[in-house]
T-cell receptor
Framework: RKEVEQDPGPFNVPEGATVAFNCTYSNSASQSFFWYRQDCRKEPKLLMSVYSSGNEDGRFTAQLNRASQYISLLIRDSKLSDSATYLCVVNLNTGKLIFGQGTELSVKP | DAGITQSPRHKVTETGTPVTLRCHQTENHRYMYWYRQDPGHGLRLIHYSYGVKDTDKGEVSDGYSVSRSKTEDFLLTLESATSSQTSVYFC??????????????FGSGTRLTVV
């Protein structure tokens, strides 16, 4: 079983749609959690950290369920510029980040 | 953005030759990492460093070595390049001084092709 699992997609959605990505992790000792965004042929960039209480940044909402070892990212009112690959990332207590393979999002006009 | 640069940005090399990739940071961060990214595998940790001359192996370290003689530079060497090492290589530093607790910042990557 992979340490961090994501649905690879692609998710093809129209502009304005709401889309949700899910991620599960296997190591219950994981300490911190993130969503990264990666554009084609570019480096991954930190989108947001994920906290147990949930957190929101504009159109983006991240949730963490430690009991189920599950992380989610919700994007509301999708824009063309949201098209990218979204990486679920987990920090083990060793300090090393473990990356999921990513979920590809394509927002169409 | 954090001051992290990778060089070269692109390289084509022949099988069997040694290759060194450089990661340079201006942030005085303690933790630095080398990842490779391949289709179907995502980002996989090759080696990491937690200080000058302190390094450790990641999950795909075979065929790679690293050195960190100064805080600002973390070098990745392919001792004898093989076609399976064709990949995109990313260097990363921890955000803040913690060991990834607040995430990483990545360099722009090096596209390496071994022919």
């Amino acid at each position: 079983r992979k340490e961090v699992e994501q649905d690879p997609g692609p998710f093809n959605v129209p502009e304005g749609a709401t889309v949700a990505f899910n991620c599960t992790y296997s190591n219950s000792a994981s300490q911190s959690f993130f969503w990264y965004r990666q554009d084609c042929r570019k480096e991954p960039k930190l989108l947001m950290s994920v906290y147990s209480s949930g957190n929101e940044d504009g159109r983006f909402t991240a949730q963490l369920n430690r009991a189920s070892q599950y992380i989610s990212l919700l994007i509301r009112d999708s824009k063309l510029s949201d098209s990218a690959t979204y990486l679920c990332v987990v920090n083990l207590n060793t300090g090393k980040l473990i990356f999921g393979q990513g979920t590809e999002l394509s927002v169409k006009p | 953005d954090a001051g992290i640069t990778q060089s070269p940005r692109h390289k084509v090399t022949e099988t069997g030759t040694p290759v060194t990739l450089r990661c340079h940071q201006t942030e005085n961060h303690r933790y630095m990492y080398w990842y490779r990214q391949d289709p179907g595998h995502g980002l996989r940790l090759i080696h990491y460093s937690y200080g000058v001359k302190d390094t450790d192996k990641g999950e795909v370290s075979d065929g790679y070595s690293v050195s960190r003689s100064k805080t600002e530079d973390f070098l990745l060497t392919l001792e004898s390049a093989t076609s399976s090492q064709t990949s995109v290589y990313f260097c990363a530093i921890s955000v803040g001084q913690g060991a990834g607790k607040d995430g990483y910042t990545f360099g722009s990557g090096t596209r390496l092709t071994v022919v």
